[in-house]
């Protein structure tokens, strides 16, 4: 097989790969949705049953499966701060402040190692209030719901800013480092020319007269001598994109080179 087929099977293997990891990726990413959102759906229902039968304590286990993932994301760490900023604001007009505290302090509790039932309920029956809204605690988890869910997406977009940033920095970083490096190789543009059009299939030969036609100042020997040139030119570019993880394209684009003029 030759070179040039070897590389294409190579890179369809590779894109395939990637395909079925990217699809992987977004199965369990729906999967983990559908699971949290299952949650967060099991919690309402507990606090149904507590709005309907307020003599009783619900099934409060459903907090715990919450709580896990909670902490899997590492969202856990904002019910503290939560807490804290609802109950500075607990006669709010037109929201129950009290029933969002109440669930958060559930949840405060679930996410402690060794959480039990037992200590939910003890928590659950501690707080009854006397004036409140006929279906406050299911009202007050969907409000915490959403509150965390909006805590999440500024979130999301602080990590996507910030990773841009490093990247941007990476990039800055990098392209610093393969002009120092290229300053001190003042042949590098024949080598990356070699390189270049030999990966279009291009022979030795070919190359060098392509070459002496562009840089009619910078004349490469003809004959074997030549040949010897551009493939020592060839091997030289390729160790220097080996040596800074650079594929011929980026690397060209970062220097500004042209291989056509």
């Known amino acids: 097989m030759s070179d040039h087929l070897s590389r294409l099977r190579r890179a369809d293997e590779k894109a395939h790969r990637e395909r079925k990891k990217r699809e992987a990726q977004r199965v369990a990413r729906e999967a983990e949705r559908r699971q949290f959102n299952g949650a967060w759906t099991a919690v309402y229902d507990a606090c149904q049953a507590g709005d309907q039968n307020t003599g009783s304590v619900p099934n409060l ?18 019910l503290p ?4 900023g609802l109950s500075e604001e607990l006669d709010h007009q037109f929201i129950y402040r009290p029933g969002q505290v109440f669930i958060v302090e559930l949840l405060k509790i679930a996410v402690k190692p060794r959480a039990t039932v037992k200590q939910l309920a003890i928590a659950y029956q501690s707080f009854v209030p006397s004036n409140a809204p006929r279906t406050w605690r299911n009202e007050a988890a969907r409000d915490i719901c959403e509150y965390i ?19 941007e920095k990476a990039a800055e970083a990098r392209l610093a480092a393969l002009r120092e490096a290229a300053a001190k190789r003042p042949a590098l ?8 059009w030999y990966g279009q299939g291009i022979r030795p030969a070919a190359i060098r007269d392509k070459w002496n036609q562009i840089h009619p100042r910078d004349v490469i020997d003809s004959g074997t001598a030549g040949r010897e040139d551009i493939k020592s030119s060839m091997r030289r570019g390729r160790d220097f ?7 011929i394209t980026e690397a060209s684009e970062l220097l500004g080179m042209s291989f056509d003029k």
């Open 241 to 247: 994109l080996r040596d800074h993880g650079a594929s």
């Open 61 to 78: 286990s459903p907090f715990l499966v919450l709580a896990k993932a909670l902490k899997r994301r590492g969202w856990d760490v904002w």
């Open 189 to 196: 543009g024949k080598q990356l020319f070699a390189v270049h």
């Open 81 to 84: 701060e939560m807490a804290d």
């Open 149 to 167: 869910a909006t805590r999440a997406v500024v979130a999301e977009q602080a990590r996507e800013y910030q990773q841009r940033e490093l990247a």
